[in-house]
């Protein structure tokens, strides 16, 4: 079973330890960070572990932007040993369900960005409702969904 566990200073090495896979470093950051970024927006975010049982498996942060207001996905991965094998599909269904709990702020708007070239991460959440928005950065390519 997939859970969701904040990262809290007796789980963080083990999100520093996640690897990507060769390749991987242009779609998504690193865990380590992120964290920094997490530490900067801790008022306005939550960073998981990505666990299977008592293992983590990967990362992911929610962040709420009280500009928008809209809630936001960043840095989604799956450690490059567990990778085709369900995670990410399970963890971003636990991702979206913490969302609708607005944890930070009234939004059923949720957003993110995704390297265009990465065909894996844009099937999967084209498959949860995330659809083009148009907004687009260099690669990047932004996808958002209601969710209620």
Not at 17 to 35: F, T
Not at 76 to 96: K, P, T, W
Request: glycine fraction near 6%; proline fraction near 4%; charged fraction near 25%.
């Amino acid at each position: 079973m997939i859970l969701l566990k904040p990262i809290t200073e007796d789980n963080f090495i083990e999100a520093f330890e996640l690897k990507l896979a060769p390749g991987q470093e242009e779609y998504v950051s690193h865990p380590i960070r992120s964290l920094a970024q997490a530490y900067v927006y801790r008022e306005q975010c939550q960073p998981f572990g990505i666990y299977e049982d008592d293992v983590m498996v990967g990362y992911v942060m929610v962040i709420y932007d009280y500009d928008i207001p809209e809630y936001d996905i960043w840095h989604m991965m799956i450690d490059e040993s567990r990778q085709g094998q369900g995670y990410g599909n399970a963890a971003l269904d636990q991702v979206l369900t913490y969302i609708k709990g607005k944890p930070f702020g009234d939004s059923s708007r949720v957003a993110l960005t995704c390297n265009r070239k990465n065909r894996r991460a844009l099937a999967l959440y084209k498959s949860k409702g995330f659809r083009e928005t148009g907004a687009a950065d260099d690669d990047e390519i932004e996808l958002a969904v209601l969710v209620q």
